[in-house]
């Protein structure tokens, strides 16, 4: 009887504990990675998120292999780092001319990190 009574307590503390465990357990979160590349900038428009924007607004356009990457990105925000400075732009459009980790920006996220004059720099950058 001994030996019963030890498998119904074992069992029932394995139950117990089990259905102390979430069922659901979300996934781990994985920190993004940051990336880095060239930004350039453009005029934005019509952009591939379904958005009009003009170049006063804090867009960036993402490459095509980040955009694939990233389906949910349009209206997502990046945090761009350039020469100790930082700036912030919400995705809205694709940048069929850049490379993967380059990103292209409208003229006042470009303007609020370096002249525009320089037309293309090396930054780093990460989704928010």
Not at 26 to 35: F, I, L, T, Y
Not at 52 to 69: H, I, K, M
């Amino acid at each position: 009887m001994s030996s019963f009574t030890n498998f119904i307590m074992t069992t029932l503390c394995a139950a117990g504990l089990a259905a102390a465990l979430p069922m659901n357990a979300p996934a781990a979160v994985v920190a993004p990675r940051g990336s880095s590349g060239d930004m350039t900038y453009y005029n934005p428009g019509l952009g591939s998120c379904g958005l009009t924007n003009a170049d006063g607004d804090a867009v960036v356009a993402l490459s095509p292999s980040q955009y694939a990457e990233h389906p949910d990105a349009c209206g997502k925000k990046i945090v761009i780092n350039y020469g100790g400075k930082t700036a912030t732009a919400t995705v809205v459009d694709k940048c069929p001319g850049c490379n993967t980790d380059s990103i292209d920006v409208s003229p006042s996220v470009f303007q609020s990190l370096e002249s525009l004059d320089a037309g293309r720099v090396q930054v780093s950058w990460s989704f928010e």
